[in-house]
């Protein structure tokens, strides 16, 4: 199947910059882009779904372990950086 899509001029200028220093075409550039996002998007929403499970199961963090949590995500994603 093949849809047509209007953009405005300022984000076709956007791709075609990024395209021609890239080697790529501005549709694989595009496509690459939509499938990203459509990739995210479906991830959040198993992940959004999946905690209004464990909520729903009274999976809960008090407050203290809450931060706790957050604490020891931040400290891995430095780590991996």
Known sequence: MTTTINLPQSVIERLEKI???????????????????????????????ASIESAKAGKVFGKEEFWTQLAKARNARKKAA
């Open 19 to 49: 395209a021609a220093s890239s080697r790529r075409t501005p549709e694989a550039l595009a496509k690459q882009a939509i499938n990203d996002r459509l990739d995210y998007e479906e991830w959040k929403a198993k992940k959004v779904r």
